[in-house]
């Protein structure tokens, strides 16, 4: 089964995208060092180390369907496409956390000659024809992502997304090892970062909670204030109501006492 430049054409531009997301990852990472001053997270470099991979991989396929010299077109959008890579791989190559030496696209040269004077050749293989251009399709397929595969339930999907990317790349056990001691010291971070956090949130709940107790005792002392200003008020009022109620029933005693003392004194007087 012969490969179509669509096909080609669809791995170029898929490559091309990769190389973009590469070129913003750099930047963010020459603003983080140059201009921050801070060391790059085990994250970033994963996140560059996948797209170096996969646009490696992606070149590599369409070079390898292109060496029989399909379409010069094509051929010249992959060397200008291999050159763009290079270029942003090279800013790379002073990095003391990524060995990009691996990850080179090397092959140009034949692809220029290829360009030059395309050569009419069959390629033999050891193996069925039919069986390689399904192993061919299926990898370009992974690359491309266009092939169903089984996802479980995550709650971080681009997490899940970038390792299936990882195993869907052609990398060796060795990066695959690499990758997987990265993965764990980030866990191993994150979850020391969440064991501080919670111990950090204990300690402000028995903070609270001891404050919340001196605010009880506080309001506890309160109502008892009130309550006792409340006994005298109704104290002070039942001593006022008493008074009242006795210059009432005294008074009219105390006017006939006043007159009859002044009467006795105007008999005396008048006598």
């Known amino acids: 089964m012969a490969t179509?430049?669509?096909?080609?054409?669809?791995?170029?531009?898929?490559?091309?995208?990769?190389?973009?997301?590469?070129?913003?990852?750099?930047?963010?990472?020459?603003?983080?060092?140059?201009?921050l001053h801070l060391t790059p997270s085990n994250a970033d470099n994963l996140d560059i180390i996948n797209l170096l991979a996969k646009t490696k991989a992606g070149l590599e396929y369409a070079q390898g369907d292109l060496a029989g010299g399909i379409?010069?077109?094509?051929?010249?959008?992959?060397?200008?496409?291999?050159?763009?890579?290079?270029?942003?791989?090279?800013?790379?190559?002073?990095?003391?956390?990524i060995n990009v030496d691996e990850y080179q696209f090397h092959a140009l040269e034949k692809s220029e000659n290829e360009l030059n004077g395309p050569k009419k050749s069959v390629r033999f293989?050891?193996?069925?024809?039919?069986?390689?251009?399904?192993?061919?399709?299926?990898m370009r397929n992974q690359l491309m992502g266009?092939?169903?595969?089984?996802?479980?339930?995550?709650?971080?999907?681009e997490e899940t997304e970038d390792r299936n990317t990882l195993?869907?790349?052609?990398?060796?056990?060795?990066?695959?090892?690499?990758?997987?001691?990265?993965?764990m010291v980030q866990q191993d971070a994150h979850l020391d970062a969440l064991h501080a956090s919670i111990r950090t949130q204990h300690s402000m709940g028995v903070n609270?909670?001891?404050?919340?107790?001196?605010?009880?005792?506080l309001l506890n002392d309160l109502e008892l204030g009130v309550d006792?200003?409340?006994?005298?008020?109704?104290?002070?009022?039942?001593g006022i109501a008493l008074f009242r109620r006795k210059v009432r029933e005294n008074g009219s005693l105390a006017t006939i006492v006043v007159l009859t003392v002044i009467l006795i004194l105007l008999l005396v007087v008048l006598n």
């Not at 669509?6 to 070129?23: G, M, R, T």
């Not at 060397?79 to 002073?94: G, H, M, P, V």
């Not at 609270?208 to 005792?217: A, N, T, Y």
């Open 71 to 97: 379409s010069k077109e094509l051929s010249q959008e992959l060397l200008q496409t291999a050159n763009s890579y290079n270029e942003k791989i090279s800013q790379l190559a002073n990095d003391p956390y």
């Open 228 to 238: 006792g200003s409340h006994t005298r008020v109704r104290r002070a009022t039942r």
């Open 146 to 157: 266009t092939q169903g595969q089984f996802r479980p339930y995550t709650d971080d999907f």
């Open 4 to 35: 179509s430049t669509k096909s080609i054409q669809a791995q170029l531009a898929k490559a091309a995208v990769y190389i973009e997301q590469l070129d913003e990852l750099l930047e963010e990472r020459e603003r983080l060092v140059s201009v």
């Open 125 to 138: 293989k050891d193996f069925d024809a039919e069986e390689s251009a399904d192993d061919s399709t299926q």
């Open 167 to 183: 195993l869907s790349v052609d990398t060796s056990n060795e990066e695959l090892f690499a990758l997987h001691q990265q993965q």
């Open 208 to 217: 609270i909670h001891d404050e919340l107790d001196e605010h009880l005792i």
